[in-house]
């Protein structure tokens, strides 16, 4: 492969790592976010069950987080290798130290990088939604206090 059709795929994995750095800030605030709406909802727990369900739907959504937060942080630094290799990346390498680990299926070997980069780029987005329901769980708690 020449160098001229390497920079995509290093491009593409340049600003996958820079989503998924994005989701991770975004998951880092949620968890801080989940950690007040715990503490928050566990202290107006005597006064109803209503304050037990926002606390453990925000718990709940914390460990979604942690779990997210792990998984793309693996991911990062995948896409962090694959931008910065001096010829094209090696994916079938990739693929294999993967499936070797049990962290890839061997049925998803051989995407392309644009295919990777659109699947690890998702995490951005459920870091938002996570953070979202975070959000509308603080107001929810600030609201009914």
Do not use: C, K, Y
Not at 47 to 57: E, M, R, S
Not at 100 to 125: D, I, K, N, Q, V
Request: zero cysteines; aromatic letters at 4%.
């Amino acid at each position: 492969m020449s160098e001229a059709r390497d920079e995509p795929a290093r491009w593409l994995a340049h600003a996958t790592a820079g989503a998924l750095r994005a989701a991770a800030r975004l998951n880092i605030a949620a968890l801080v976010l989940a950690l007040v709406n715990v503490a928050l909802a566990g202290i107006m727990a005597p006064t109803g069950t209503l304050w037990l369900v926002a606390g453990a739907v925000a718990a709940l959504l914390a460990a979604a987080q942690l779990w997210l937060l792990v998984r793309v942080e693996v991911d990062r630094r995948l896409f962090d290798a694959l931008a910065l290799a001096g010829a094209a990346p090696d994916l079938a390498e990739l693929d294999a130290a993967l499936a070797a680990l049990g962290w890839m299926p061997a049925s998803r070997a051989g995407r392309p990088m644009a295919a990777r980069a659109r699947g690890a780029s998702r995490f951005l987005t459920i870091a938002g939604v996570l953070m979202a329901l975070q959000w509308l769980i603080a107001v929810v708690i600030l609201l009914l206090r």
